[in-house]
């Protein structure tokens, strides 16, 4: 592969590198979701092989600024949502990035507890429970899929009136507002009925974030959130032991 010289430099530009730049100022300004320019009118237009091409985009795609849609094509990425994880709703978090938060119910229904949801919510197999299940958005984009389970005894009549715009709202009514729980995060790949929810491809990643809520000692809720991974980051601050987190440096 040839090199170049850069205009007023005595330095070789690589090819990819020209091919690289150039889309980037093609896009610097583009509205997120529009197309970038397609493989075949870059080889084109600089005379190097697909290879080059695609280097060039990979590149683009590694800082974000890319994405990349099976069957579709390549196109300007939207932001994604950097998410604290701490103990918040759904809707303070999207609050605290000065996006609207909003929710369409899937199914509300009162449930018998399986195992796994009747141990994390400490009471018995069988015993009733509430299953909220919700497509959770962010400036009207779906950004997760979410199933809250409350044992009926700590939320009674939880389905008799018209289902809250926040959970953690309803909670701070009840006076059960959750002050500490527990979160795990996985990552996997989305399930057809997911994808459709969600608005991605079968087989897109997924972060799968489970938690426990809890008021004090009583378990309030656990909850399975599915979020699309091109939309969202976890930010989780460290810290090395008995060292307090500051985001100052």
């Not at 610097?28 to 697909?50: H, I, K, M, T």
């Not at 119910?105 to 069988?126: K, M, Y």
Request: glycine share 6%; charged share 30%; proline share 7%.
């Amino acid at each position: 592969m040839a090199d170049v010289m850069s205009p007023g430099r005595n330095q070789p530009v690589l090819k990819h590198v020209q091919v690289r730049e150039y889309v980037r100022s093609l896009i610097e300004d583009a509205e997120p979701g529009s197309p970038a320019p397609s493989e075949r009118e870059l080889v084109q237009r600089f005379g190097v092989a697909r290879m080059t091409v695609r280097q060039a985009l990979d590149a683009l795609v590694t800082e974000g600024l890319l994405e990349r849609v099976p069957g579709r094509g390549t196109f300007v990425s939207r932001a994604k949502i950097d998410v604290q994880l701490r103990l918040s709703s759904y809707t303070e978090e999207m609050g605290r990035r000065g996006m609207t938060a909003s929710s369409k119910t899937i199914l509300a229904r009162t449930e018998a507890a399986g195992p796994g949801v009747a141990r994390a919510l400490e009471i018995s197999e069988g015993d009733k429970v509430v299953h909220w299940q919700r497509i959770r958005f962010a400036d009207g984009t779906p950004m997760c899929v979410e199933d809250a389970y409350m044992a009926d005894s700590v939320v009674p009549d939880f389905l008799d009136a018209p289902l809250p715009d926040s959970l953690y709202v309803e909670f701070k009514r009840r006076d059960i507002l959750p002050d500490w729980g527990e979160d795990s995060v996985d990552a996997d790949l989305a399930r057809a009925d997911e994808a459709q929810l969600l608005g991605i491809e079968p087989g897109s990643p997924v972060l799968r974030i489970a938690r426990r809520a809890f008021a004090g000692n009583l378990a309030v809720e656990v909850s399975r959130s599915t979020y699309r991974a091109d939309r969202y980051t976890l930010w989780v601050p460290v810290c090395r032991p008995n060292t307090p987190v500051s985001r100052n440096r």
